[in-house]
Nanobody
Framework: QVQLVESGGGLVQAEGSLRLSCAASGLVFRLKAMGWYRQAPGKQRELVASIAKDGNTNYADSVTGRFTISRDNSKTAVYLQMNNLKPGDTAVYYC???????????????WGQGTQVTVSS
């Protein structure tokens, strides 16, 4: 059974930092792309950052230069370092892993339960 457990969310002032962590189990972690998505109230879920099995990363334009995604295959964990946070970053952040039979993120992702990030102005 695949489990993705996020931690590290919370309330922070604008220009502050947070580090999200996601502990993965039940999958061959080193073969899976991993990512962080977010969903703000009234908006669709969007991909914030992804990291492929070979370590290549991609970021949404809105977070480029402020957020950094990383992975530790030995700990089967993925992280999202968020710096210079803005009120517009307020959302529930979800950890995702490539779904069954896949190496890339897509419509069949495994999902964590989400962690709330709130940035006050």
């Amino acid at each position: 059974q695949v489990q993705l457990v996020e931690s590290g969310g919370g309330l922070v002032q604008a220009e502050g930092s947070l580090r999200l962590s996601c502990a993965a189990s039940g999958l061959v972690f080193r073969l899976k792309a991993m990512g962080w998505y977010r969903q703000a109230p009234g908006k669709q879920r969007e991909l914030v950052a992804s990291i492929a099995k070979d370590g290549n990363t991609n970021y949404a334009d809105s977070v480029t230069g402020r957020f950094t995604i990383s992975r530790d295959n030995s700990k089967t964990a993925v992280y999202l370092q968020m710096n210079n946070l803005k009120p517009g970053d307020t959302a529930v952040y979800y950890c995702a892993a490539a779904g069954p039979g896949s190496v890339d993120l897509g419509v069949r992702n495994y999902w964590g339960q989400g962690t709330q990030v709130t940035v006050s102005s």
